[in-house]
């Protein structure tokens, strides 16, 4: 976890200029948490607050947890949310403080699955908590893995299957759990290394790439050489010829996935919602 923080305290400067809110993200966690405005959130992973500042907008109070400086240093000041310094295996908040939990695309970071569930639910207590992932094994196939094989192959050490991940967090918690996907739709803002699926000209900016944590942490030849590669096909239209019909799909399937959990006051198995679209 250390080394990620250290990552992020040199890679997090101008996180902003690429990943935005998406309000279609935004909206589903607002609709699994169902939660009046005016509820507490304990926003795990906050990054630069990015999503902790679209729920703040709605009305929500957040309580926003992030271990990076340099990313806290760039949150936009609002009264209704208030700042941590804390990891998800230690989250500096009073048991049972929120009135929901969420974490969006930072579980992969989370070196202890086990530690953070158990802490996250600490704060959360019977609350809903809502996680927002990926798992690629679920994804439709990405082009992006024939110009960046080792990048893309590193995803599945990243983010463990999501009924891994879904037993670390209830193992020990009594929980109805609800899995929703959601295709990545064409004009995502939140340009995240997946986000490039039907505009690939995104990979070639220097400043997206240093949002993507999977460019960060590769070796500079290993992204050059998919670079130079994506160049030629695209300068070529070799990347046309395979993908061009991407470009007129309104969403793709990447395996991204929200998972809700709310904890079961009746001591009964857990049980397994999963909802499409």
Known sequence: MKETFTRYDTIGMKYNSYRNADIRIVTILKELLELPAGSTIVDVGAGTGNYTNALASMGYKIKAVEPSEVMREQ????????????SAESIPL??????????????????????????MWRVCGNSPMVLFTIDPRRGEPFWFREYFPGIYGRLFDAFVPIEELISAFTKNHNATVTVRGFPLPHDLSDLNMHAGWNRP?????????RGMSGFTMADHSEVQA???LLCRD?????????????RTKESYDLGFIFVKMQPNHAMHPIAHTTVSG
């Open 75 to 86: 949150f936009v000041p609002s009264p209704n949310i208030e700042w941590f310094a804390g």
């Open 201 to 209: 000209e995104v990979y070639l900016d220097p400043v997206a790439r």
């Open 234 to 246: 695209l300068e070529l239209g070799e990347w046309e010829k395979r993908n061009g019909h991407l």
């Open 226 to 228: 998919g670079l130079d």
């Open 94 to 119: 009073p048991d049972a403080s929120a009135a929901g939990v969420i974490s969006t695309l930072a579980v992969h970071h989370f070196p202890d699955l086990s530690a953070a569930a158990t802490d």
